[in-house]
């Protein structure tokens, strides 16, 4: 996917405004799967602890619960 600048976004159609919504999304639904994987992982091997930190923190990233 290759980054559209703001200015060529009036010349999508609705359709592939659809689609580069879509797409986006599931970006962002994977790259959350992801972090979420890696975090139980980290909280598995108990790396937490090893850095000083008290608990796991729970949410998502940024803190938006």
Do not use: K, N, Q
Request: hydrophobic letters at 45%; glycine letters at 10%; charged letters at 30%.
């Amino acid at each position: 996917m290759e980054t559209v600048e703001p200015a060529d976004l009036a010349a999508f159609s609705l359709d592939e405004l659809e689609v580069e919504l879509a797409t986006l999304a599931s970006h962002i639904y994977a790259g959350r799967c992801r972090w979420l994987e890696l975090v139980a992982e980290m909280d598995r091997r108990g790396g937490w602890a090893e850095e000083g930190v008290v608990r796991v923190p729970t949410g998502s990233p940024g803190g938006a619960r």
